[in-house]
C-alpha cells in the first residue's frame, strides 16, 4: 500500500508538471513528455493498477490548471473556505476519471505487447475520452492536451484538424516517446517510434505561414475596445449603474468615427428593458458618427420570466431606428454550470443549496445563430464560456464571417491564471479557422490576433482602457471548418472495427 501511495504521489506531480505547457508558462514541451512518463508507467500494468495513477496524474493536472475555481466560489460566491475546497475538491476528482478511464480502456481493450497496436490506440482513446469530456453534463473542454501547443510548434496544424487533432497529434507523440524510453537499451527498436516523433513537427513547420482563407485588405476594419474594468462586487449595485453607463458613454465619445465600438459582456449593468431611451440615444450618435455599437446586455422576457445573455448592436447595424426586436442580436447558448443555469435540476439544485452556492437561471439562445451585422461587417459570437467549444464556434462561422467575436468577463477570476488560459483558448480558435478575433472583456485579456492567429495587441489586466487597432478579415473557409473532426472519428472507427476482426494466431 505505501508503495502505491508512493507512486500515485509522484504521479500526481507529474501530472501537475504538464501544466506548464498551458498558459501563462507556455512551455509546450512539458504537456507531451508528462504524458509520456504517464504512459511508461501504466503500459503493462492491469487496468486497475493503470487506472489508479492516471486518476492520480489527473487530479495533479486538474488541480495545477483549474485552481483558479477557488476565487469565483469563495470570493463572489461567498462560500467558507472548507466549502470552497470542498467543490474544488469534488470537480477536480470528476476530471481525473477522464484519464482513469483512458488508462482502464487502453490496458483492458489493446495489446500490450504489439507496439504499433498500441501506439495508435493512445491518442484514439484520448480522443474518446477527450470528446466525452467536452459533451457530458454540458462538457468542460477546459485543458484539452492541443492548446499547450497554442503558441508551440504545432499550432500550425489547428487549421487541418483543430484543438483536438492537435491533442490526437500529441498523444501520438507522446505514444511513441514512451516507447523510446521503455526501449533505449535496444536502440534497434526505437527508430520508427523516433520518426512518429519529429514528422508532425516537420508537417507544421512546412505549413506555418500556409493561409487557408483570403486576407480582403479592402474591407480593414478600425476598432475601439472598451475595457471598463468595474469591479465585480459594485457592478450591480443600483447607485453605481449610472457611473458604469457614463464611463462607457464618455469612452465611446472619444472613439467615435471607428468602424466597431465594441463593449465586454454584460457592460450594461441592467436588463435591456429598462434603457430604452439610453439605447435610443446612443443608437442615434453610432448612426450620426458612422460607428457601430456592439455590446453585451441581459434582456428579460416578462411574459415567460425567461432571462437572456444577449450580444447587440446599435449604430451602425442596418436597422433605421433602435427597435428591440429588429436589432442584430445573439443570444448565449452554452450557459456556465451553476453560474447561469443548474444542469441536473433535481440532484444538483440541493447541492447548490447545501453549499449556499448562488445561482441564475438563464434561457439558450439557438446553438448556431446568424452572423452579426455591424457596419457591414459579419461576426461569429462567442459569449464568455462559449469560446471553449470549438465545435459550436466551428459551426457558427462560415465563408462570409468576417471576424470571430468573443465577449467576456474574467473579473470572476481576479489575478489568478484562469483569464490567460481563456484567451489562450480563444485565440486556438483564431488558429482553427483562420479569421482574426476580436476579445473584449472587463477587466482583461482585452486583445486582438490577427488571421493566423497571433496576437496584434493586448492591454494590461486590470486596468481602464481602449485598444485602437485595425484588422484585416478574410473570407473563405479551412478544412477544419469544413470537415470538423470528421476525419478523426472516421480512424476511431476504421481502428475501432480493425480491433474487432479476428487476425488468427497473430492477433491471439
Known amino acids: 500500500?505505501?508503495?502505491?501511495?508512493?507512486?500515485?504521489?509522484?504521479?500526481f506531480i507529474i501530472g501537475a508538471l504538464a501544466i506548464l505547457g498551458f498558459a501563462p508558462f507556455n512551455l509546450w514541451f512539458c504537456t507531451p513528455f508528462s504524458f509520456a512518463l504517464?504512459?511508461?508507467?501504466?503500459?503493462?500494468?492491469?487496468?486497475?493498477?493503470?487506472?489508479?495513477?492516471?486518476?492520480?496524474?489527473?487530479?495533479?493536472?486538474?488541480?495545477?490548471?483549474?485552481?483558479?475555481?477557488?476565487?469565483?466560489?469563495?470570493t463572489f460566491g461567498q462560500l467558507p473556505i472548507v466549502g470552497s475546497l470542498a467543490l474544488m475538491g469534488l470537480l477536480m476528482?470528476?476530471?481525473?476519471?477522464?484519464?482513469?478511464?483512458?488508462?482502464?480502456?487502453?490496458?483492458?481493450?489493446?495489446?500490450?505487447?504489439?507496439?504499433?497496436?498500441?501506439?495508435?490506440?493512445?491518442?484514439?482513446?484520448?480522443?474518446?475520452?477527450?470528446?466525452?469530456?467536452?459533451?457530458?453534463?454540458?462538457?468542460?473542454?477546459?485543458l484539452l492536451l492541443g492548446y499547450s501547443q497554442t503558441d508551440g510548434p504545432l499550432h500550425s496544424l489547428?487549421?487541418?484538424?483543430?484543438?483536438?487533432?492537435?491533442?490526437?497529434?500529441?498523444?501520438?507523440?507522446?505514444a511513441a516517446l514512451a516507447q523510446i524510453l521503455l526501449t533505449l537499451r535496444q536502440p534497434k527498436l526505437a527508430w520508427k517510434p523516433l520518426l512518429i516523433v519529429f514528422l508532425p513537427f516537420i508537417i507544421s513547420l512546412l505549413l506555418e505561414n500556409k493561409l487557408w482563407t483570403r486576407l480582403q485588405p479592402n474591407r480593414a476594419t478600425s476598432l475601439a475596445l472598451i475595457q471598463g474594468n468595474t469591479p465585480q462586487e459594485k457592478k450591480w449595485i443600483p447607485s453605481?449603474?449610472?457611473?458604469?453607463?457614463?464611463?462607457?458613454s464618455q469612452l465611446t465619445a472619444e472613439n467615435w468615427g471607428k468602424d466597431l465600438i465594441i463593449w465586454p459582456e454584460a457592460a450594461i449593468?441592467?436588463?435591456?428593458?429598462?434603457?430604452?431611451?439610453?439605447?435610443?440615444?446612443?443608437?442615434?450618435?453610432?448612426?450620426?458618427?458612422?460607428?457601430?455599437?456592439?455590446?453585451?446586455?441581459?434582456?428579460?422576457?416578462l411574459k415567460t420570466n425567461a432571462y437572456f445573455n444577449d450580444v447587440i448592436v446599435l449604430g451602425k447595424n442596418n436597422v433605421p431606428i433602435y427597435n428591440k426586436k429588429e436589432i442584430p442580436r445573439y443570444t448565449k447558448h452554452h450557459l456556465v454550470p451553476f453560474g447561469e443555469f443548474i444542469p441536473l435540476k433535481p440532484l444538483f439544485k440541493r447541492l447548490a443549496n447545501l453549499f449556499n452556492l448562488p445561482y441564475s437561471s438563464f434561457s439558450r439562445g439557438a446553438y448556431q445563430q446568424k452572423n452579426l451585422v455591424a457596419n457591414n461587417r459579419y461576426l461569429?459570437?462567442?459569449?464568455?464560456?462559449?469560446?471553449?467549444?470549438?465545435?459550436?464556434?466551428n459551426a457558427n462561422v462560415n465563408a462570409q464571417?468576417?471576424?470571430?467575436?468573443?465577449?467576456?468577463?474574467?473579473?470572476?477570476f481576479g489575478h489568478s491564471i484562469g483569464p490567460l488560459q481563456h484567451m489562450q483558448i480563444a485565440q486556438m480558435r483564431a488558429r482553427e479557422l483562420q479569421k482574426p478575433l476580436i476579445r473584449v472583456t472587463n477587466s482583461g485579456v482585452t486583445a486582438t490576433t490577427n488571421a493566423w492567429g497571433d496576437i496584434t495587441e493586448k492591454l494590461p489586466q486590470f486596468k481602464t482602457d481602449v485598444l485602437t487597432k485595425t484588422l484585416i478579415p478574410t473570407a473563405g473557409s479551412t478544412p477544419f471548418n469544413r470537415f470538423g473532426y470528421k476525419p478523426l472519428w472516421f480512424i476511431t472507427v476504421l481502428f475501432s472495427l480493425y480491433l474487432l476482426i479476428p487476425h488468427g494466431k497473430k492477433r491471439k
Request: charged share 15%.
Open 1 to 11: 500500500m505505501k508503495k502505491n501511495f508512493l507512486t500515485w504521489l509522484l504521479f
Open 38 to 74: 504517464l504512459l511508461c508507467k501504466i503500459k503493462n500494468k492491469k487496468a486497475r493498477q493503470a487506472s489508479g495513477i492516471s486518476f492520480a496524474w489527473g487530479l495533479g493536472f486538474y488541480l495545477a490548471g483549474i485552481n483558479w475555481i477557488f476565487v469565483p466560489l469563495n
Open 93 to 142: 476528482s470528476y476530471l481525473a476519471l477522464y484519464p482513469a478511464l483512458f488508462a482502464y480502456g487502453l490496458s483492458r481493450f489493446i495489446p500490450q505487447k504489439n507496439t504499433g497496436i498500441w501506439i495508435i490506440a493512445v491518442p484514439i482513446i484520448w480522443f474518446l475520452t477527450e470528446g466525452i469530456r467536452g459533451s457530458l453534463l454540458t462538457g468542460f473542454p477546459w
Open 158 to 174: 489547428a487549421p487541418l484538424i483543430g484543438v483536438r487533432g492537435i491533442s490526437f497529434v500529441l498523444c501520438l507523440i507522446s
Open 240 to 248: 453605481e449603474r449610472w457611473p458604469i453607463i457614463n464611463q462607457y
Open 269 to 301: 449593468p441592467a436588463f435591456e428593458m429598462q434603457l430604452p431611451h439610453y439605447l435610443t440615444d446612443l443608437d442615434n450618435l453610432g448612426k450620426k458618427h458612422h460607428s457601430a455599437i456592439i455590446t453585451g446586455i441581459l434582456d428579460i422576457d
Open 380 to 393: 461569429a459570437v462567442a459569449t464568455c464560456y462559449e469560446i471553449i467549444f470549438s465545435q459550436q464556434v
Open 401 to 412: 464571417t468576417d471576424f470571430i467575436l468573443t465577449l467576456s468577463n474574467d473579473s470572476w
